[in-house]
């Protein structure tokens, strides 16, 4: 004889067992909800008691983090400095079914660092009465130390049918969610899938201006400041300004707003502390609800628990076109679009927005040959396409080393010396995904409409790894706006690996810094065989060129202070691995330098050895038709008034600006295409649509 829960079962009766809900997130029921085709699931997360301590202080910044199966489906806010926070926080899920418990996690948020777990706990929505709703205490665990009392998690939950809901449309949001893990850029809900398929709704620029009357940290009473933002997942960080308690940064960074309503940016102020951890000087937040758009905001903010204040200049705008769409969804394939994009970037329009210098679109058709990295002998691959800021995910094909994706997508340009990046990552459930190969494309080398075959490379771009992926890809852009954008500053990322000491790069460094000595002192021998006459019509020239241009130098000397503070063992160790370090980047940075100067006149980009061309042509001719000597009037007067027009300018050097777009000579090499094996040869087509 049946009892009354597996007979309504067996007649396929929508309704739960009245079961108790475990303290622990567990059940203790045996029979499994028939399943009416799909349900919304609504939580409201109340509140956290006697959660773990993570921070040295005694408290943490807890958030929770909900997930269905191998998806992140909600994110809270951070509750800074609190063991018993209150959330308050709502959030509607649509489920297909309900033999995935909800998984919910709660962590530490570290800026900057690896946030710490702070337990964990499952909620079986099989035990879920349908539409009542129903208060759960949730006793959060540690796998790892299950004795460990980590505190409990308070929610609020009501399930509801969607009987009426189509199964396609639900697995059409499932394929466009963002999956959790360090490449997602914004974790989205399905409800705002549901209303529009732009991934950003617009740009946050701030400026960091300078801080004022900073707590000293120091022995010495002074400061090394530096600021760190976050919204959401973006991150940035600062120059570090020595020994003052006053800085003045003058330093730019972009931010995108991918909920409409805005959200709340956390600014942390920090002195550095060479070999040890930094010391906190104070926090504060800007909420972007508050502030209207298109228009430049001054903020003078006060710093909580610490001492002075940041100046910041906020400025909110409209949208781009970012967008993710299926292959068959063309934007320009239809012709009133594609000559509406061909407009909008057509030469007679160069002073309308120069930061808008182009459109590029991206269809990921399809890899081939993927490395295997689950023990089954296949992978879960998905794709990251990445444009300077811009990141962009593919939904996963499980199971499969022969993906097929079939995703467009589209960017704004800014610049157009930008390099396109397409990774190809294993997703793994509750893990960081595995990388699986990557390719980098700059712009300017891409043909238009062509599908082609790319062989994926490692991490460090210099060599082949296992598989190939198709891609077709479109670019269109204003020459002259590309031109001007080329002589202002990069555009920072916030998403960048951390220097680490290496061996290798060290030594490969050393040996670009040598070739570049090589060069001037080669140039210093062939100075010095001027002077002895070894080809007597060389030095007649070089002798009137000398006294033409003779002038006087004057050498400066600098001294360095010498730190007499006593450091204990390890904070030696410390100590020498950061100027290890140090040492690495600044022989790159003087490679990378002279590598630029000579690929400028070698032509590696076209592009940037013409409009140089261009540039000396142009200032040649005004030498010629003014004097020199207004020329300099008119600089000095721009360069005197600069700061009286525009306070909070960024200074730039527009020749250094110029030199940052040519590749150095690793950037070469990470940029070249390595051909593929015989055996993939991709149907190429030609369109014409693009001129």
């Known amino acids: 004889m049946l009892d009354s829960c597996k007979l309504k079962s067996a007649c396929n009766l929508p309704f739960i067992c009245n079961k108790k809900i475990n303290t622990a997130g567990t059940s203790n029921a045996e029979v499994p909800l028939a399943d009416p085709g799909m349900y919304q699931l609504d939580i409201t997360l109340r509140r956290g008691q006697s959660l773990a301590a993570r921070d040295r202080g005694g408290t943490s910044d807890p958030y929770v983090k909900f997930k269905i199966g191998r998806k992140e489906v909600f994110?809270?806010?951070?509750?800074?400095?609190?063991?018993?926070?209150?959330?308050?926080?709502?959030?509607?899920?649509?489920?297909?079914?309900?033999?995935?418990?909800?998984?919910?996690?709660?962590?530490?948020?570290?800026?900057?660092?690896?946030?710490?777990?702070?337990?964990?706990?499952?909620?079986?929505?099989?035990?879920?009465?349908?539409?009542?709703?129903?208060?759960?205490?949730?006793?959060?665990?540690?796998?790892?130390?299950?004795?460990?009392?980590?505190?409990?998690?308070?929610?609020?939950?009501?399930?509801?049918?969607?009987?009426?809901?189509?199964?396609?449309?639900?697995?059409?949001?499932?394929?466009?969610?963002?999956?959790?893990?360090?490449?997602?850029?914004?974790?989205?809900?399905?409800?705002?899938?549901?209303?529009?398929?732009?991934?950003?709704?617009?740009?946050?620029?701030?400026?960091?201006?300078?801080?004022?009357?900073?707590?000293?940290?120091?022995?010495?009473?002074?400061?090394?400041?530096?600021?760190?933002?976050?919204?959401?997942?973006?991150?940035?960080?600062?120059?570090?300004?020595?020994?003052?308690?006053?800085?003045?940064?003058?330093?730019?960074?972009?931010?995108?707003?991918?909920e409409e309503r805005g959200g709340i940016i956390d600014i942390t102020a920090w002195d550095k502390d060479a070999g040890k951890r930094d010391d906190f000087i104070g926090r504060c937040q800007v909420d972007l609800s508050a502030l209207s758009r298109e228009q430049t905001h001054k903020l003078e903010l006060q710093l909580e628990e610490g001492e002075g204040h940041l100046v910041l200049l906020v400025t909110l705008t409209a949208s781009a076109t970012v967008s993710i769409s299926d292959l068959s969804v063309n934007s320009l394939e239809d012709q009133k679009e594609r000559e509406k994009?061909?407009?909008?970037?057509?030469?007679?329009?160069?002073?309308?927005?120069?930061?808008?210098?182009?459109?590029?679109?991206?269809?990921?058709?399809?890899?081939?040959?993927?490395?295997?990295?689950?023990?089954?002998?296949?992978?879960?691959?998905?794709?990251?396409?990445?444009?300077?800021?811009?990141?962009?995910?593919?939904?996963?094909?499980y199971k499969n080393l022969n993906p097929e994706w079939n995703k467009v997508f589209t960017f704004n340009i800014k610049d157009i010396h930008s390099v396109l990046e397409v990774t190809v990552y294993d997703e793994d459930r509750d893990r960081s995904a595995d990388f699986l190969g990557k390719v980098a494309i700059p712009l300017l080398s891409i043909q238009n409409g062509e599908q082609k075959a790319y062989v994926l490379k490692n991490k460090q771009l210099t060599g082949p790894t296992k598989g190939v992926i198709y891609l077709e890809i479109d670019v269109i852009f204003n020459a002259v706006k590309a031109s001007l954008r080329t002589l202002i500053p990069k555009e920072q990322k916030y998403i960048e690996?951390?220097?680490?000491?290496?061996?290798?790069?060290?030594?490969?460094?050393?040996?670009?810094m040598k070739r570049c000595v090589m060069v001037l002192v080669n140039a210093a021998y062939y100075v010095?065989?001027?002077?002895?006459?070894?080809?007597?019509?060389?030095?007649?020239?070089?002798?009137?060129?000398?006294?033409?241009?003779?002038?006087?130098?004057?050498?400066?000397?600098?001294?360095?202070?010498?730190?007499?503070?006593?450091?204990?063992?390890?904070?030696?160790?410390?100590?020498?691995?950061?100027?290890?370090?140090?040492?690495?980047?600044?022989?790159?940075?003087?490679?990378?330098?002279?590598?630029?100067?000579?690929?400028?006149?070698?032509?590696?980009?076209?592009?940037?050895?013409?409009?140089?061309?261009?540039?000396?042509?142009?200032?040649?001719?005004?030498?010629?038709?003014?004097?020199?000597?207004?020329?300099?009037?008119?600089?000095g007067i721009n360069k005197f008034t600069k700061k009286l027009r525009s306070p909070y300018a960024i200074d730039n050097n527009e020749l250094l600006d110029f030199l940052s777009r040519v590749p150095s000579d690793v950037q070469v090499v990470q940029y070249q295409e390595l051909k593929p094996d015989p055996s993939h040869s991709p149907y190429k087509r030609k369109k014409n649509n693009l001129g």
């Not at 349908?130 to 409990?152: A, E, F, S």
């Not at 269809?363 to 444009?387: N, Q």
């Open 341 to 397: 994009i061909l407009k909008r970037y057509s030469p007679l329009r160069i002073f309308h927005n120069l930061k808008d210098v182009g459109f590029l679109q991206v269809k990921v058709i399809r890899a081939e040959g993927l490395m295997a990295a689950d023990v089954t002998g296949k992978s879960d691959p998905f794709c990251v396409v990445e444009l300077n800021n811009d990141r962009l995910l593919t939904h996963t094909v």
């Open 497 to 512: 690996e951390e220097n680490r000491l290496s061996k290798q790069l060290l030594l490969r460094n050393f040996i670009r």
């Open 75 to 258: 994110r809270s806010k951070i509750i800074h400095k609190n063991l018993n926070p209150v959330w308050e926080e709502k959030a509607c899920i649509l489920v297909d079914h309900l033999r995935e418990p909800l998984y919910i996690k709660v962590f530490d948020y570290d800026f900057g660092l690896q946030d710490d777990f702070m337990g964990s706990a499952f909620l079986d929505l099989a035990q879920l009465e349908l539409n009542r709703p129903t208060d759960v205490t949730l006793t959060l665990k540690d796998p790892h130390y299950p004795d460990h009392d980590l505190g409990i998690i308070l929610l609020s939950v009501i399930l509801t049918p969607k009987e009426g809901e189509s199964r396609d449309v639900t697995m059409l949001m499932r394929k466009s969610w963002k999956r959790s893990s360090k490449f997602q850029t914004q974790s989205l809900r399905l409800s705002d899938l549901h209303r529009k398929s732009h991934l950003w709704r617009g740009i946050v620029s701030i400026t960091l201006i300078e801080g004022r009357d900073l707590k000293a940290m120091d022995s010495n009473g002074l400061s090394d400041p530096y600021v760190k933002f976050r919204l959401g997942h973006q991150k940035y960080k600062s120059k570090i300004m020595p020994k003052t308690l006053n800085p003045q940064w003058r330093e730019q960074f972009d931010f995108h707003l991918y």
């Open 528 to 635: 010095n065989s001027c002077f002895d006459w070894d080809s007597p019509p060389r030095s007649l020239a070089a002798f009137v060129v000398v006294e033409d241009m003779l002038e006087d130098e004057e050498e400066e000397d600098d001294k360095d202070d010498k730190d007499s503070e006593k450091k204990g063992f390890i904070n030696k160790i410390y100590a020498i691995q950061e100027v290890c370090v140090s040492v690495q980047n600044i022989l790159d940075e003087v490679a990378s330098f002279g590598e630029r100067i000579k690929n400028t006149f070698n032509w590696t980009v076209p592009f940037l050895s013409w409009l140089a061309i261009v540039a000396l042509c142009v200032f040649t001719v005004i030498l010629y038709c003014i004097p020199l000597r207004y020329i300099v009037l008119v600089w």
